[in-house]
Nanobody, 123 residues
Framework: VQLQASGGGLVQPGGSLRLSCAAS????????IGWFRQAPGKEREGVSL????????NYADSVKGRFSISRDIAKNTVYLQMDSLKPEDTAVYFC?????????????????WGQGTLVTVSS
């Protein structure tokens, strides 16, 4: 099982980025995929997730209405569309996977992690 996160970069406040999480070695629809982020000096926190079988989505309050998660089963890839970005969104973003249906950002339940991609929101 491997996860490869990409799409980070430098963007101005109010701008947009789309992160990708490419999965290999497993069937995407069997797993819940979560996006997490970790800012300097802060704990890792859940941002968004999409569940296995049904694709239910969940978002942290801080990103609701601005971020959107989706998946392409054929490409075995999960996306995180981030709009109206704020400086406080600056962090390293990770995607992670857990087998089965999970509607919570319980970090300890996610067994597989990608390497992270840096998002910097600054003027």
């Amino acid at each position: 099982v491997q996860l490869q996160a990409s799409g980070g970069g430098l963007v101005q406040p109010g701008g947009s980025l789309r992160l990708s999480c490419a999965a290999s070695g497993f069937t995407l629809s069997d797993y819940t995929i979560g996006w997490f982020r970790q800012a300097p000096g802060k704990e890792r926190e859940g941002v968004s997730l999409i569940t296995s079988s049904g694709g239910n989505t969940n978002y942290a309050d801080s990103v609701k209405g601005r971020f959107s998660i989706s998946r392409d089963i054929a490409k075995n890839t999960v996306y995180l569309q981030m709009d109206s970005l704020k400086p406080e969104d600056t962090a390293v973003y990770f995607c992670a996977a857990t087998l089965g249906w999970l509607f919570r950002f319980w970090i300890e339940e996610y067994d597989y992690w990608g390497q992270g991609t840096l998002v910097t929101v600054s003027s």
